[in-house]
């Protein structure tokens, strides 16, 4: 017999704007405690040095988190030339330094072009990527390196914000990318197009799928909201299908919707011809994601369970 998860049946997106020094999973199980949540899950990890936007999804939401763990972020970066550390990051142990005083801001410019566009990263040690089950980060520690493969990924945007010349330069970009963009390996890749070593040193994610710096709350904010009490806390959350805008909206009268919440494909007259959907009854009570099928049915793949 499956335990009962101990908590609120709460459902819904938070944006937190993660702060400094925490992990992503502390960061969750803190607000996850806030709002008394039975279940929580993010959209992707940010490194503890990172800040901004953490999509936290409550309840159902966690079935459609996948969306926003896919989708494109944004980033505002500062990466530091002429220092090298082990993570990659300002968090790690210096490893490397040479003068950076001779680099122009046009030489930094030229550089960033060549990082635009598809390029192929090799995941730092310092990851959350897992070998025979363990992160690689813990592996790093031990003082062991194990090859990773290189993945491909796209850098939409970077641009040179910016540029403050030195003995170790710094250099404030922004960025728009794929998933699984490591903006620390953008950063060492930086340095090898300069020939100097190269880390981050201050990191913010402006953006994940369709969330925003506008909507970010931080930990002390919902801290303070908490007090007035749980409704309070749950008029914070935006609703579960927002990660889903881009997918066809299908709308199904009530006997259609009882159909389909029992797993029967039903027709949807003059509905798209083929693809994922969003589905909802009544107009606006979201039902979750659908297929449609070559018969003009959509068929359930992930509904919620109010």
């Known amino acids: 017999m499956a335990r009962r998860r101990k908590g609120r049946a709460v459902s819904g997106i938070l944006i937190l704007d993660k702060p400094a020094g925490m992990t992503s999973n502390g960061a969750l199980q803190h607000a996850k405690r806030l709002f ?21 999804c409550l ?8 969306y926003v763990l896919d989708a494109d972020k944004g980033y ?11 993570t990659l990051d300002a968090e790690g142990e210096e490893v490397a330094r040479d003068d950076a005083s001779h680099l122009t801001r046009d030489q930094v410019k030229a550089a960033l072009a060549n990082l635009r566009g ?6 730092p040690m310092y990851s959350a990527l897992k070998r ?13 390196e194990v090859e990773r493969e290189p993945r491909d990924v796209i ?23 794929s998933k699984g963009t490591y903006i620390r390996s953008l950063a ?16 913010r994610r402006t953006e994940a799928g369709p969330y925003t710096l506008a909507g970010v709350l931080t930990l002390e904010q919902l801290q303070v ?14 609703p579960m299908d927002t990660p889903l805008m881009a997918l066809n909206r299908v709308e199904l009268g009530e006997s259609a919707s009882f159909y389909l919440k029992q797993g029967q494909p039903v027709l949807v007259p003059n509905g798209p011809r083929d693809g994922m959907v969003r589905v909802y009854s009544g107009g606006d009570t979201f039902l979750g994601i659908g297929e449609m099928l070559e018969d003009g049915r959509v068929a359930p793949r992930r509904l919620v369970n109010y």
Do not use: N
């Not at 007035?228 to 749950?234: N, R, S």
């Open 36 to 56: 008394k949540a039975a279940k929580a899950g993010h959209t992707g990890s940010l490194d503890p040095l990172a800040t901004g936007v953490l999509p936290i």
């Open 59 to 66: 309840g159902e939401a966690t079935k459609f988190s996948q």
């Open 76 to 86: 505002d970066a500062t990466i530091s030339l002429g220092v090298g550390t082990d």
């Open 118 to 123: 598809p390029i192929s990263q090799l995941p």
């Open 132 to 144: 025979d089950g363990q992160p690689l980060y813990k592996l790093a520690r031990q003082g062991v």
């Open 155 to 177: 850098i939409h945007e970077l641009s040179l914000r910016e540029y403050r010349p030195g003995t170790m330069a710094e250099v404030d970009v922004s960025i728009r990318c």
């Open 188 to 203: 060492e890749s930086l340095g090898e197009l300069l020939s100097v070593p190269a880390h981050i040193s201050v990191l």
């Open 225 to 238: 909201v908490a007090e007035a009490g749980e409704q309070a806390l749950d008029r914070l959350l935006v």
